[in-house]
């Protein structure tokens, strides 16, 4: 058994074994919603390859167990094969047509299994789709896609095509331009509430 440690971003107890990982939602805002989406998500993607099988839960001590996935985290292993981001490609398709999208995708939840393919972990912060239509799920989707490409051009930048490269500028221009108009917001409701 490691050593149990806490996710210093989501303040949730982790505990990893030989065979499984078992996670506390105890701390942290919206606990029992991203405990629920996680239950939710893995539900959904049950039999996916790169994706851990949901074991066992509690609901009154939101906790839950899962498979471990054998390998090592994206950041620890920096000469990752092509071939991982090829599949990691395919385990973001079916998790996006199984109705599940990721709010991010952080390398640390990227695995690098032995046999060189990816597994995902970490399903707390997902959008899951409830009708064909949605216009959230279009939006979730496509965040989920950029941050595929994104991962990709962080580590494997030559495995993008052209289309995909024009796709992240793209994105990445309307990212910035986005986060110019958040911060220009706040500064104004900073103001306005500051007014007698």
Known sequence: MRVADVD???KNHVQINKDRV??????????????SREIKALRRLSG??????LLAYSPAERWLAIDLIPGTPLPENPAAPDKLFTNLRVVVENMLRCGVARHSLPARDVIVRPDGTAGVVDFERCTLQHWRFSPIWWVARKVTQFHLLRLID??????????????????????????RCTRW????????????
Do not use: M
């Not at 078992?22 to 405990?35: A, E, M, S």
């Not at 996916?48 to 099988?53: E, N, Q, W």
């Not at 995909?164 to 986005?178: G, M, V």
């Open 48 to 53: 996916i390859d790169g994706v851990p099988a």
């Open 154 to 179: 962080n580590h494997a930048p030559h495995l993008l095509t052209p289309k995909e490269q024009l796709r992240l500028q793209t994105c990445y221009r309307l990212s910035k331009a986005f986060h």
């Open 8 to 10: 210093a971003i989501k």
């Open 22 to 35: 078992v996670k506390n939602f105890t701390q942290g805002h919206r606990k029992d919603l991203r405990f």
């Open 185 to 196: 917001r706040s500064r104004l409701r900073h103001y306005y509430r500051s007014q007698p």
